[in-house]
């Protein structure tokens, strides 16, 4: 096990002397020039087709804390890679980790042949230290992406940085000023040891878990039947409701371009104009919940792909996925970028101000939400044991029950049947629901509109068939307990190979949530079209998958070879949810 | 006859355990609605779909002599679950009771250790070891296998040791052993614990324990029957989670045959103790 803090100063000055500060110069903080607090933008700064790109120990300080990162060029997050569609480009990237087994970089949702993908064992054997690995590709596509270290942890110290690419033919929206802002999440505590304190108590970082007096408030609010009936429905699945986030703000600090609340990043803008902010979540296992208040926000583009303008309030960003919005404030104030973590341990923030050190008010976390029983199918517990538990009631074999329409295919997902005590799985979803017009859990509620899978409607063209060759379904499991999680009931040393897709075959996926998280689910080297009822299904790289929920997704591998299928939440990858997909 | 039964009891004591912790897993309790299906089938071509790659490797996947994930990863972990001082009418107990394990999701190798320094008599009341090996049986069950031998009382024992432990609905701790030991005596140990969250870190912690035994063994102060049972309640406050200070009650009752062997010798049958302790682990 190594140490990110115990690194040696030899490594660190040998890197200084490489002069790999090169952004690093111009600040006093670590951190590259399109992170700087009160620059001006990005725009319009040239793409380039050549990048080197050196991953080594450098030093970071978030709160006036020391620690040392694994930054890309010296900095956290790492240099803007700034491409244009169509280019050939070349990513020269060095590992300077000296004590690694090996670094790489996986550039997410970007389209490229397999040997050119970065994740080790998958696609190449990763760049062992002082190596150089060439990464060479034509860019196919447009928008905003981002890259990251596909080895162990090095994306929780710091691995990771921005990817945008101009398109070929312009821009289909207008604007004035462009911010990548880049979420993340970053500790002090090594993430091996993060990683060994989840895996022997599931709760380390949990602080919000219910009490005795939560247990009268509630039993007040919803009298004591309802309220033992649920508190029983949930111990005796030996679930939380209330397991929101495997690792909080007790060991983490949330960053907005490498900023934490109190550095507070600041975008300068002109009363007027239009900015583009392209929202990437780069974090290790933070899903965040995005808003600005006293702006509309008008989302164009979702996973870098092109969707039809909607404006929201806010929206829930899982890690790995990029938004990018279009806001227009008119007034001469400061605006406050708030994100706050999915389970409101804490929050991420930065400022839109027409001059530096101008400061917007921070509204408060709202409180912590609880899980529903009714949100994974068993509302009926609560009251007299389990609906569908009962033999009487299924009658005559199989009790007829309505086919939700929504969930697309003649014949929906295929049922899970795992062994049973099988150890993976603590949970199977009987009645998987279609959740794609629900904004996600603790969102809505607010008076406020929030963003759904269902608003988003491509406006890309489609080059796929619509004719659906093949189904599958893709079960996701896990048993929180011993933080044991998987696919399809195995961890991926379990599974016999990898999934089979056939080459240029139209594929409709089905995601099946058998877990009380959200899990970021991604798929490297081709599209997910989101089947949400649109006409032009969404194209993404990475879809939140909700507890109890069913989804479907169509896809076409362009590209043979093996891919990367994993959750984005590093530790629940690293704990076995992750497969290799075999396009043959 | 009533032996016989006990011995039955004893020994399917584990799978008893794990019969009544019903799963939430078997498709075959839950209804299926209408539109599932088997699935087993391409749409329109009637053959076999082929959900893994028909060239997969038997192990771990990897390419290029790298496996990308290492889901079964080793740990090793110490626990402290009770360290703590006794007080009782004229006799103060110094009590541990620990346990360690190290290995992966599915196979550990288990230590566990219990005893009690008496203050006073400057002499040890008991002293066990046990070394388990220890497999993951179901969903939240482990299945342990091994020794314990008992230092104290004297003169020493060894026994053979099968159990269960794991996590019960309703989040109840449980742990639950059956002993045969060296002269053929069969006994068991039943634990079971439940955290009450008064807060954050403030954590109240009811605990039954109970020790039964099939022969008597006089000379070990065993009766025949249930031996005691003991009800603790721990309030603990988590420092740390790894480091927890705690303040309790300990009552414990013997019963039976073991009570009246514990008459004659004069000793008490009931005891009633304050307890202040630590819970570490690391």
Known sequence: ?584 | MKTWLMILFLTLLPATVLAADKSFTNPEERDFSSHYHEGDTEPGKGERDQKYAGDAQAAAQENFGIQPIHDNEIFAVFRGDRLEYQTKEGEDILLWDVQAWVGEDYNKLWFKSEGAWLTHEEKFEGAEVELLYSRNIATFWDLQLGIRHDFRPEPSRTFAALGVQGLAPYWFEVETTGYISEDGDVSANLEAEYDLLLSQRLILQPRFQTHIAIQEVEEYGVGQGINDIVLGLRLRYEIRREFAPYVGLSWSRKLGETADLAEAEGQDIDAFSFVIGIKVWF
């Open chain 1, 1 to 584: 096990m190594s140490s990110i803090k115990d690194i040696s100063r030899r490594d660190f000055i040998k890197a200084t002397g490489a002069g790999l500060f090169l952004a690093g110069l111009h600040c006093t903080l670590p951190l590259p020039a399109w992170a700087f607090t009160a620059n001006t933008g990005i725009k319009p700064t040239a793409p380039k087709s050549r990048y080197d790109l050196t991953i080594g120990y450098s030093p970071i300080r978030i709160d006036g804390r020391k620690a040392t990162a694994t930054g890309i060029n010296g900095t956290v997050p790492g240099p803007l890679v700034h491409l244009r569609e169509g280019d050939d480009v070349i990513l020269n990237v060095t590992n300077r980790l000296m004590d690694t087994e090996h670094a790489s970089i996986h550039w997410h949702g970007i389209l490229v042949p397999f040997r050119m993908d970065g994740v080790p064992g998958v696609n190449f054997r990763g760049i062992p230290p002082g190596d150089t690995y060439e990464y060479r590709y034509r860019v196919k596509q447009a928008g905003s992406y981002w890259y990251h270290s596909h080895s162990r942890f090095q994306e929780q110290t710091g691995a990771y940085g921005p990817l945008i690419i101009d398109p070929k033919d312009g821009d289909p929206f207008d604007y004035d000023r462009d911010y990548p802002v880049v979420l993340s999440d970053w500790s002090f505590e090594d993430p091996e040891t993060i990683f060994r304190h989840v895996n022997l108590m599931d709760h380390y970082y949990n602080f919000q878990r219910r009490t005795l007096w939560d247990f009268f408030g509630d039993v007040s609010k919803r009298g004591f039947k309802d309220t033992v009936g649920e508190r029983m429905a949930w111990g005796k699945m030996r679930m939380s409701p209330v397991d929101l986030a495997d690792v909080t703000n007790y060991t983490y600090t949330y960053l907005m371009n490498g900023h934490s609340p109190t550095m507070n990043w600041t975008g300068i803008f002109n009363p007027g104009e239009k900015i583009r902010l392209r929202f990437i979540n780069a974090s290790s296992t933070t899903n965040y919940d995005v808003r600005i208040p006293g702006l509309n926000m008008e989302v164009v583009m979702a996973d870098g792909k092109a969707v039809r303008p909607v404006t929201v309030h806010e929206f829930r960003i899982g890690v790995a996925e990029t938004y990018d919005v279009l806001v227009r404030p008119t007034r001469d104030q400061a605006f406050t970028i708030f994100a706050e973590s999915l389970d409101r341990s804490g929050y991420a923030r930065g400022t839109l101000a027409p001059e530096p050190g101008m400061e917007g008010p921070v509204p408060e976390l709202r409180p912590r939400p609880v899980r529903q029983l009714e949100d994974i199918g068993m509302g009926g517990m609560v009251h007299g044991g389990m609906a569908g538990m009962n033999h009487d009631k299924m009658g005559h074999g199989n009790k007829m029950r309505e086919h939700d329409p929504r969930i697309p295919g003649p014949k929906g997902p295929t049922p899970f049947k795992p062994d049973k005590g099988n150890p993976n799985v603590a949970m199977v979803i009987m009645n998987p629901k279609y959740l794609l017009d629900n904004p996600g859990l603790g969102l809505g509620g607010d008076g406020w509109r929030v963003l759904t899978y269902e608003d988003l409607v491509s406006t890309e063209p489609q080059p796929y068939s619509t004719t659906v060759d093949r189904e599958m379904t893709i079960n996701i499991t896990a048993n929180m307990e011993r933080y044991m999680f998987s696919f399809d009931g195995k961890k991926f040393s379990e599974h016999p190979g990898p999934y089979l897709f056939h080459h240029n075959e139209r594929l409709r996926l089905f995601l099946v949530n058998h877990t009380m998280m959200e899990h970021p689910i991604h798929l490297h080297g081709m599209w997910m079209q989101l089947e949400n009822g649109a006409s032009k299904p969404p194209f993404k790289h990475t879809i939140l998958t909700k507890p109890g929920e069913v989804l479907s997704v169509l896809i076409t591998p362009i590209e043979k070879g093996d891919w990367a299928f994993h959750c984005h939440l590093l530790y629940h990858m690293e704990a076995g949810m992750f497969q290799v997909v075999r396009v043959a």
